[in-house]
């Protein structure tokens, strides 16, 4: 098992000179910009951001397949900025399945082991405890050509594990497969992980992978860490906007607004609409007449009301899952979107009212984007 830490580690590539879309890419970008986060033994890290945000990079650095700029790495107490990607005792699988087409799936799982040259039993009974595991067992004799891509990244990953790792890196393990697929996998790596008690660390950029593999999820942004926490620690306490409209799906409405105040508390008004809705009362303290603000609120905690407790709006789009409705009020130039799964049924124009789950409402400072703490 292993404790993995990064200490103020920067990636900077030779590629200032290279046109990005037309453009130079800026001088002196780092790829990963004063990272630093510890993983502890046996968890399971999830590390998720949108393309190019050096969460890929993060990984092949661990990994010892990218040489750090700047910065330290530790596994346990070794510091493995210089050792060799064979000497950590890492296990990585990336997004393609890179399998050996000309050996059945008991060589391609067997191939590292002989290569450390293990006795054939010994590597019989590595194989023997792992595949099951990854639902591989009866495909042993097969060779890839007759797997489909979900069997194909089940071997991937098993391969990755056979050599019993300290540490398992899974790079966009899932990318290539359908939903179905997905969420079939998904609950076969957590499942995996709970039986091997390996440390983990996902890389990806689908939330749900995140949410429902990670104990921990680390959000990075241009190379920086936006926030770490437990999945629902950053759902429900965004540090910025940039976290709070990442994480969710719907993700979370962002509106700007202007804080009014009343004979009876404040409200929230919107530039270019008439939509006006009572601020809850533990902001009272942390805002004044005039002040501007971004308003955050996830679209399930947006409510239809009888109550007419916020002027009327008028209903701009309307979708029909089965299982939830969602429902689109334009607010000045933005779309408010509402998921309910109450059984109704509106068309554009119509109108209704809102309220909002008080508690689950979030602030935003409009210039740094960072949350407005109770």
């Known amino acids: 098992m292993a404790q993995i830490t990064l200490k103020n580690v920067y990636k900077r590539y030779d590629n200032t000179e290279k046109k990005l879309f037309g453009r130079k890419k800026a001088e002196n970008a780092f790829a990963v910009n004063n990272l630093s986060f510890t993983c502890k033994d046996r968890s399971f890290i999830g590390i998720l951001g949108p393309s ?56 391609n799982l067997a191939f590292n082991l002989k290569a450390k040259n293990m006795p054939p039993p010994e590597i019989k009974k590595a194989i023997d405890k792992v595949a099951p595991l990854l639902k591989v067992d009866e495909l042993l004799p097969m060779k890839p050509s007759a797997l489909s891509g979900g069997q194909k990244q089940r071997v991937n990953i098993a391969r990755a594990i056979v050599r019993q790792p300290g540490l398992l890196l899974l790079d966009e393990p899932l990318s290539h497969l359908d939903g179905k697929m997905r969420q079939t996998l998904r609950q076969e790596i957590k499942r995996m992980h709970r039986e091997i008690e390996c440390t983990t660390i996902i890389v990806t950029h689908d939330q749900i992978e995140a949410m429902s593999l990670a104990d921990v999820i680390i959000i990075m942004k241009d190379g920086e860490l936006q926030q770490m926490g437990s999945p629902l620690e950053v759902y429900d306490k965004p540090v910025n906007e940039f976290v709070a409209g990442f994480i969710g799906e719907p993700p979370m409405n962002l ?24 601020v809850p009362e533990r902001y009272n303290e942390l805002v004044s007449d005039a002040m501007t603000v971004t308003l955050g609120v996830r679209p399930m905690d947006v409510l239809i009301t009888d109550k007419h407790t916020s002027t009327p709006a008028q209903v701009a789009v309307y979708e029909n899952f089965g299982d939830e409705r969602r429902v689109g009020v334009r607010v000045g ?42």
């Open 52 to 107: 190019g945000c050096g969460k890929s990079t993060t990984l092949r650095m661990i990994a010892g397949l990218e040489k750090i700029t700047a910065g330290d790495m530790f596994i346990d107490e070794v510091r493995i900025n210089d050792l060799l990607p064979k000497d950590r005792n890492i296990g990585l699988a990336f997004e393609d399945y890179a399998l050996y087409p000309p050996l059945t799936i008991y060589d």
């Open 255 to 278: 509106i700007p607004s202007v804080i009014a105040k009343t004979e009876n508390g404040f409200l929230f008004t919107f530039k270019g609409s008439d939509l006006q809705v009572q």
């Open 333 to 374: 130039g933005d779309l408010l979107n509402i998921t309910t799964t109450e059984d109704v049924f509106y068309t554009k124009g119509d109108t209704i009212h809102l309220d909002f789950n008080s508690e689950k409402t979030h602030l935003f400072d409009p210039k740094t984007g960072l949350t407005i703490l109770k």
